[in-house]
């Protein structure tokens, strides 16, 4: 067991560099030496976004809204949750998703996703695929016709 | 995707006469349709558990707190969380715990654990093991020494 309090959680600091703009991660799950699962507080700045709108081939994923109000985009679908809310994509549905915090204030979401050991990542709206095998050290990038391809993070 | 508001989680209702004592689960992950990962809020009321001393060889579980406190026991090592505190329960870990509410307001927690497709929990304090097979119905029951035994749930 271990007990992972705010101030054991290993934080990463996304810049404001960033195309999806300041965000902060807590990560729980490594904090507390789990592998099957990836666990973190995502903490996101006002205009900022979890991630490019991507979906996953093999794994589940679950949002759980812990403070201030957070855009759920799925598709053109745009909903937004409130604390106490959840969403979830499971593995294999082929619609992309992000979440966006468009309030005045810092967003807290607890967010779950399953580690599989070999997953595809589609980006829809970039026309991007990341091959993403646990046991190698970096994705592969390609374009949605499977050429190599650069990384839509930048 | 699904969006799971609080009314749309599953609830399952754990009576009074329990051993545990009287808890609500609400479950996100049947109401969202996932299958690789067990998500719920778990309500204990005062004086409940969650389970009894049991641990995993096959399941990483964490439990993360959102309201009151809840003590988290592990071996004979009892530890108080508060909200947004988390505990990971590693698989394999030989340690059994469990959770309690010695407060005297109900507690929610945020629950999660793989769904492996084969676990074999132990419960020490018991001297009980439960084979769960995914594929199968029902638990099945043993003493520790394989010995055929009754669900010490009742």
């Keep these: 067991m ?12 996304i810049s404001e560099e960033s195309v999806c703009g300041p965000s902060r991660v807590l990560w729980i799950s490594e904090a507390g030496g789990l592998t099957q699962f990836g666990a973190f507080i995502e903490i996101l700045s006002p205009g900022s976004r979890s ?7 093999s794994e589940d994923e679950m949002v759980y809204v812990l403070e201030g109000t957070v855009t759920v985009i799925e598709g053109d679908t745009e909903t937004l949750l409130h604390p106490g809310d959840a969403a979830t994509f499971g593995a294999g549905e082929p619609t992309g998703h992000f979440l966006e915090n468009r309030s005045d204030a810092p967003t807290r979401c607890l967010v779950v996703g399953t580690r599989a050991p070999v997953d595809v990542i589609s980006y829809p709206d970039h026309n991007r695929v990341c091959l993403r095998y646990r046991s190698l050290p970096d994705d592969v990038w390609t ?11 930048g």
């Excluded at 271990?2 to 054991?8: L, M, S, Y």
């Excluded at 991630?51 to 081939?57: A, Q, R, Y």
């Excluded at 374009?143 to 993070?153: E, K, W």
């Design 51 to 57: 991630s490019l709108k991507h979906w996953h081939k």
């Design 143 to 153: 374009d949605g016709r499977g050429d190599p391809a650069s990384n839509p993070y």
């Design 2 to 13: 271990a007990i992972v309090t705010p101030g054991k959680m290993i934080a990463e600091d």
